[in-house]
Each structure stands twice: as C-alpha cells, then as structure tokens.
C-alpha cells in the first residue's frame, strides 16, 4: 500500500518520526541507537569526572600519585576497548549486532554498578579492565551507523553519533557533580549503571536488526565472496594516504580530548576553588565544554555537506591550538571555564570532520571495516592520554598536558595538510573504483 504522498504525511507534507520514508528506513534504527548512545554516555558521565575524587577517598592522597592512578584508571578501560574493536566487530557480523549492543550495555550494568562496593583502587583497577574488556559501546556505535546508513549518507549518520555522544555530557556532569556533593560519590555509580538498564532496554525493545540487512541497502543475500573482497579492501586501505591520515587525525584528536578529564578537578582544586564546591564546578566545566561541543558537531556536520570538510577541519584545528596553550597558564577557575567553552566551538566538531571526509572521499567498499578502525584507533588515542596526562601531572605539573594539547594540534595540522594533500592526489580515481564491492555504484 502506498503512503508515499498520502496519508503518511502531516499539512506541510513532514512525515512523522514512525513514518518515514522506505529510503529513509534506515533512519529509524539510528535514531534508537543515537537514544540508546545518549542514556548510556550520560550515566558514564555520572561517574567518569569523579573517579579521581573517589581515587582519593580510597587512600590515594598525595596529588601525584592520585593523577597517576586517574591516569591509569581512565586510560585502561578504553584501550582495551579500542584493541578489540576488530574482535567485537567481526563477532558482531556472526552473531548479530544487536546482541553485542545487549552484551556491552548488560557489562556496564553489573560492573558500574560495583564501583561503588569497592574498598580500594586495586578492586577499581579490576572493574576497570571489565569494563574495557567487554565494554566497546562508543566504537560499535560508529561502526554501526556507518553501515545503517547508505552509502553516500554515511558522514552524516557517524556525524549524529558522534554528536550524541558529546550532547550526552551537556547536563550530565552539572547533575553528577549536584548529586556528588549532596548524596556522595556512591550514588553516582547506582545511578549510572541504572541508566545503562535504561540503554539495555532501548536496544531490546526497539531495535529491528533486519533493517539493515534487506531494506537499507536491498543487499540482504550479499554472497560470501563479496563479503571476502569487502574485507580484503580493508587492509587496502592502510595503503591508502588518505585512510593514514584519517588515522592519525582520529587517534591524536582523542588523545586532546580526553587528556583533559583525569585532572580537571585536581587542577581547578589549585584555582582557587570552594573546596566544598570542586564538583559542582567541575560539572559545570564539563558540561558547557560538552554543550559547545555537541553545538559544534552538528553545525559543522551539516555545514561540511556544502563546504569541504578538510577545510574546515584545518580551521578547527588552528582555532584548537590557539585555545589549548592559555588553558595552561590560567590563574582562576573561571578563566578555565572560558576558554572550555570556546574550545568547545572550535575542536567539538573535528572528529565528526573526519568521519565526514571518510565518508566522502575513502573507498565505497568495507566501510564497517574502515570506520570501525578509525573508531578503534580514535578510542586508542582517548586511552593513551590518561597516562600521559598522568605521567606530566606526577613529574612536571598539572597545566603541562595543556602544552601538550597544543603542540599536537599544530603537529596535526601539518600532517592533516600533507597527507589529504597527497591522499586527494593518488586516491580520487583509481583507489575508489578498485575498492567498490560488488552491487555498489
């Protein structure tokens, strides 16, 4: 029956959110798991600001040392996660994408939620390397948009995740930080793990698997040695200039922005903070950086449809730096919180630019393989700086991961300049016909 032009729509002619378009199927699936993405990151974000105060209520009261542990702490869970991306994503293509979803969030349910039963930072270490273990929420959710959505959509599909993803934090680490002064740091953790039985249920409930499979790309009987060729293009794209740059742009973006959360409330602790209120404040730096983020991802997701997307990744990234450097030499917690909120608008949209330029100019073949290692790689990069920023924090200071941040990004700009240069040169004809799997056009 046809609902094309009829009764499927409203006045104007807008369909309504159950009755989109049969091109536009594939949208709904997106949208549970962009809900799904949001519940789940916003219980994360409970809790992930705090750990280096809850470091500190288990015994670790000498400042270097409790950087260190927040290092170690942050940093393990995501590059485990990171390294057995390939591993869930291939087990995902088996066994069904919406069991690795259920398998993930059900992980995070029952170890979260053991956090806050935990009498030292050893038995947190161990929950830690659970949660990376079987975790892998953020990288699925890539991976899974990008092969959701058609071929040419796939930028904005990983777009809407990604700024999901940043929109999850935009009132969660105010509310955290309320909650964490109010009720203690233990509330934070039952109240995550029960927002992540909230995520469990959105994805049991709502997402329809075969979606994707016969109505999205109408490729439902893919044969086998179509799926060999797809993932054989996925090892060709390491040769590919482009796909290195995109690699490095994804790990070294992720690194920048997750140095900041092992410090962040040690350091506004030495800017003249109210003690009592360290975890309000830090929420709120928190969620403006994540408010102007998120702003900043779908802006320049729609904007890069219409203006090159390298080009405004460069501009980002300029803009990045210039922030980056005073952040480190701030004498009050409120300049922090200004400059948080510009950089925010400049770098919140770069990692949505790069899945866009992926989506545009890499390959049409294998793209699950593609942009699930550029998330993996991504998620890497987030990993390592907890280490590295609590490495500085121990031997050199609080402020000096922020000179850091800065160098990386004048370092990115030079190789993101070079290698797009060369990688739009050697790959726009030859590599993008010899990578289309078959059926493609």
Known sequence: MARGEGSGTIGTGRRLFWELAPEDAWKRNL????????????????????????ITQLGITNQGDAA????????ISPLLSGVLAPFW?????????????????AAFVILIGLMAFVANVYQLLVLRLGIGLFGGVSAMSVALASTIAPRHRVGEAVGMIQA?????????????????????????????????VVAFLIITFAYSEEREYGAVTGEANTSVAAKAKQRDSVR???????????????????????SFGPLLPLYIATLDAPAARIGTITGIVMTLGALTGSIAAVVVGRISVKVEPRRLLFISLVGGALLCLPIAFVAHWWQLLVLRFFL???????????????GRDLPAGAKMGAFGTLAGVGQIGGAAAPFVTGALSKWASLSAIFIVDAVLYLLLIVWVWRMFDRGKATEDAPARTSALAPGDD
Not at 169 to 181: E, L, R, S, T
Not at 244 to 258: C, S
């Open 31 to 54: 949208y549970v798991v962009m809900f799904a993405v949001f519940v789940s990151f916003t219980g994360f974000t409970f809790v992930l600001p705090f750990l280096p105060l809850y």
């Open 68 to 75: 260190l542990w927040s290092g170690l702490l942050f940093g």
């Open 89 to 105: 994503s291939i087990l995902a293509e088996r066994r069904g994408r919406k069991v690795m979803l259920q398998r993930s969030l």
């Open 164 to 196: 999901t993803q940043l929109a999850s934090g935009v009132a969660a680490p105010f509310i955290g930080g309320v909650v964490v002064d109010a009720f203690g740091l233990h509330s934070s953790f039952f109240l995550a793990s029960a927002l992540c």
């Open 236 to 258: 060709n794209y390491l040769h590919l200039p482009l796909f290195v740059g995109l690699l490095v742009a994804a790990f070294t973006i992720q690194f920048v922005d997750k």
């Open 344 to 358: 925010g608008f400049f770098t919140g949209g770069t990692l949505t630019l790069v899945y866009a330029i992926g």
